[in-house]
């Protein structure tokens, strides 16, 4: 699974420690996550998608 969260924190001007505090991760998840090395849970991808309030799919997507 792919994902855009580096490019939605780089619009809204956050951090990965901003959006690890939003979300209740580490920043080192949030770094694994937008590396691809780790796929969060369900949960966690809406928690996400909530804090640059737009759909799941547009933060996550398979290639």
Same mark, same amino acid.
């Given at each position: 699974? @792919?994902?855009n969260i &580096?490019?939605?924190r780089a619009m809204?001007?956050? $951090?990965q420690q901003d959006l690890a505090e &939003?979300?209740?991760? $580490? @920043?080192? $998840?949030?770094?694994?996550i937008?590396?691809? &090395?780790?796929d969060p849970s369900l949960s966690l991808?809406?928690?996400i998608s909530r804090v640059f309030n737009?759909?799941?799919?547009d933060?996550?997507?398979y290639d």
């Open positions: 699974m @792919r994902n &580096k490019v939605f809204n001007d956050m $951090t &939003k979300v209740g991760v $580490t @920043r080192q $998840t949030i770094l694994a937008e590396k691809g &090395k780790y991808a809406f928690k737009v759909n799941v799919e933060v996550f997507f």
